[in-house]
């Protein structure tokens, strides 16, 4: 499996931010990126929804990646990119992506925790 946190970038955050404000970033992230999984996950082969469903992607790409869950923020990365361009049916062939997702974001805060910031 790819890297699921990028340990500097925290490491970063930790040093720029110190790690009360980082816990605090943490906590507004995990309410926002759950809710992001789930529209993607309920409404993913809704048509209508393919501009949400972009957004929705994009959102949980970039805050993924600004606190450092790197394959959470690819994985979110590759759904926008089947929402801006689909071809031969992606948007019907990620279920095992969208699954992905909630895993992901599981283990990621498993590591962090490990690294003491839960």
Known sequence: MDEL????????????????????VLEAFIPDA???????????HEAAHTQELRLRAHSLKSSAAN????????????LEDDCINPQDNTINS??????KLS?????????????GLS
Not at 67 to 78: Q, T, V
């Open 34 to 44: 759950q809710a992001n999984i789930s529209f993607l996950q309920v409404n993913w």
């Open 94 to 99: 990620n279920q095992e992506a969208l699954d």
């Open 103 to 115: 895993l992901l974001l599981e283990t990621s805060l498993n590591e962090l925790a490990l690294m």
């Open 5 to 24: 946190v990028d340990k500097s970038a925290i490491s970063l955050l930790i040093s720029q931010l110190g790690l009360p404000m980082v816990k605090e």
């Open 67 to 78: 606190i450092g869950f790197k394959a959470l923020s690819e994985l979110a990365k590759k």
